[in-house]
């Protein structure tokens, strides 16, 4: 009997301005602090917000898991999202609120910023699925290919997008 | 292509690729000019079905970033609108910032910003501006070319009450936040004993900007006569052919200010490129050994009461006190002014006449006609001499409102030499 899932995304980013850990470890200084803290989504610049997609995420729910993935560490990490800002067009937008962001944000724009409620904690690789990559033009066989062997960590890192869809086990 | 045109792409097109890259690489100050462009407004009245510039500004559509969600639909003129907000906002995050680590701002205020040079003004607010930033900005009023800073009584008109509360708040902070282009003004109402940029502030700055933006000079100095908070000094120094600043202020605290103001905007004693220097003391020309290509100067430009009371028995024509500042000044400009330079001074129809006739034969004046502004007179002593009134009224020097409101004229003049 296959266990429950529930959809959300995936999101890549790296410690490019703060020491190794220093992402997340804002990020969670600043839930424990507000309750929440926004992250801003570090898009490339081929990639396309995929608004219906992220739509349907908080159809019925309140919130829908968020895994972001440290693509230097080779780690991942579960919270929680429970609003998405999405910039109007292709100019992004600052974030929503500055209080709550990490500073290293506040001279930047992104095409889409998520409002993480719970505390990020680590997760294993196995916990999710791939199931789509909305954001850059994705050929059948590419899909194909994930479906019947799911990526391991190098492969997702070698990959091109920034944000997938994915499915998660319920319970984590 | 230039910022109209990357405007009127986007909007016919929805393309905003041009816009986005002029705007990252001109740090455009001015963007909510472009509205007054009339083949663009009319686009954006289509786009947003309302045809006032202050719903284009204010409506949340625009700046409440945190709302729009994946789901929303914005019309080409609603994207347009949201990316000049952006440009706006996170440059005045970016100066909140700066100023905050020289002052100490409130966590919560407001901001009058000029992102349109003297033609517009918007009232933002903040919310909870910590070192890292501020929070949270909102956009809560528009001024079309304003007759006053605030105009609080056309603010809190026509309102919902949760706006007004904000309004409310934002009046009374302690903390006088002015923004024009590029340039933040602060003046803390408490602490500091200055008058911050009022309107004749904001038009002399403009006026001196556009000149000082078109000269074809480099290496241009300005010297500032009673700077007050330093708007005008440290805008000017901003502008990167102005190599030299001089600013002369009589009141000790609005020293304090303006060195404030002018560390607030990066300016340090340091730099290689521009010379700038505040002088605290009565404005005195025999104490300069340097001549100036630009000399600018908002007088006092109504007469005082005890000259009112000399008007009473010799005729309004003698009256040129409170407009000694005026003679000084003209009798300073053989000295101090560069051969070509030019004198930039804010006059009243209340006064002109008289400056004007205060002028040395050698040097004509110019109005600045078209940044004239008429704007609310309120001045306790003329209620209290209806004849003066009267005979204000009577040369049309000032007006009466429908409700008792009494208007003056804020005219910008230019003098020069004669033989220029």
Redesign the interface.
């Known amino acids: 009997m296959t266990s429950a899932k529930t959809p959300g995304i995936l999101l890549r980013f790296r410690d490019l301005v703060t020491e190794p850990g220093g992402n997340i470890e804002e990020h969670r200084r600043i839930i424990d602090e507000l309750g929440f803290a926004w992250w801003g989504w570090w898009a490339r610049s081929h990639e396309k917000?995929p608004?219906?997609d992220?739509?349907k995420l908080l159809v019925g729910r309140q919130h829908f898991p968020i895994i972001l993935f440290d693509s230097g560490m080779m780690e991942f990490y579960y919270s929680k999202c429970s609003?998405?800002?999405?910039?109007?067009?292709?100019?992004?937008?600052?974030?929503?609120?500055?209080?709550?962001?990490p500073?290293y944000y506040?001279?930047g724009?992104y095409p889409?910023?998520f409002k993480l409620h719970e505390d990020i904690k680590t997760i294993d690789r196995s916990a999710f699925t791939v199931t789509g990559r909305p954001t850059i033009s994705e050929t059948s066989a590419d899909a194909a290919q994930s479906e019947t062997h799911p990526l391991d960590i190098e492969s997702l890192r070698d990959e091109r997008p920034t944000l997938w869809l994915i499915d998660i086990e319920d319970g984590i | 292509m230039n910022f109209r045109d990357a405007c009127l792409e986007a909007l016919n097109t929805g393309t905003f690729k041009s816009l986005e890259v002029y705007l990252k690489s001109h740090q455009y100050h001015d963007s909510f000019e472009v509205l007054f462009d009339p083949e663009i407004a009319l686009e954006v009245a289509r786009g947003t079905e309302t045809t006032e510039i202050q719903n284009w500004i204010t409506r949340r559509q625009t700046w409440d970033t945190g709302n729009f969600g994946p789901a929303d639909k914005f019309t080409n003129a609603e994207r347009l609108l949201s990316v000049l907000w952006q440009n706006l906002s996170q440059s005045l995050n970016r100066k909140m910032e700066e100023l905050r680590r020289h002052a100490n701002v409130s966590s919560n205020g407001a901001v009058i910003c000029f992102p349109g040079g003297a033609k517009l003004s918007v009232l933002v607010s903040f919310n909870d501006a910590t070192t890292a930033g501020v929070a949270r900005l909102r956009p809560l009023s528009v001024g079309v070319s304003p007759e006053g800073m605030l105009e609080i009584e056309r603010l809190l008109q026509d309102t919902t009450r949760e706006r007004k509360n904000e309004l409310k708040k934002a009046i009374i902070s302690v903390d006088k936040i002015t923004l024009f282009r590029s340039t933040i003004i602060h003046v803390n109402r408490q602490l500091e004993d200055v008058f911050g940029p009022t309107i004749d502030t904001i038009l002399l700055t403009s006026i001196l900007a556009e000149e000082l933006h078109s000269a074809p000079q480099k290496n241009i100095s300005v010297l500032e006569i009673g700077p007050g908070s330093g708007l005008i000094a440290v805008h000017a120094a901003s502008i990167e052919k102005v190599s030299r600043v001089c600013a002369v202020e009589i009141n000790f605290p609005s020293v304090a200010c303006t060195i404030k103001n002018f560390a607030v905007n990066g300016f340090r004693p340091s730099s290689r490129f521009k010379s700038i220097s505040i002088r605290a003391e009565k404005f005195s020309p025999s104490l300069y050994d340097e001549k100036f290509d630009y000399i600018v100067c908002n007088p006092p430009y109504i007469p005082e009461l005890e000259d009112v009371e000399k008007l009473k028995s010799s005729g309004y024509g003698a009256a040129i006190s409170g407009l000694e500042l005026y003679s000084e000044i003209f009798s300073s400009l053989d000295q101090l002014l560069a051969p070509l330079g030019r004198a930039l001074l804010m006059t009243s129809s209340v006064s002109l006449l008289d400056v004007e006739k205060l002028k040395p034969d050698q040097y004509r004046i110019t109005r600045a006609e078209s940044s004239s502004r008429r704007v609310p007179l309120d001045l306790d002593l003329l209620w209290d001499r209806p004849d003066w009134r009267q005979s204000l009224i009577d040369k049309k020097a000032i007006e009466l409102g429908e409700d008792g409101q009494m208007f003056h004229t804020l005219v910008p003049i230019w003098v020069e030499r004669k033989a220029n």
Request: net charge positive.
């Open positions: 917000v608004k219906d992220l739509a609003k998405i800002a999405v910039a109007p067009g292709d100019a992004g937008i600052a974030s929503p609120d500055f209080r709550s962001t500073h506040v001279r724009s889409a910023w």
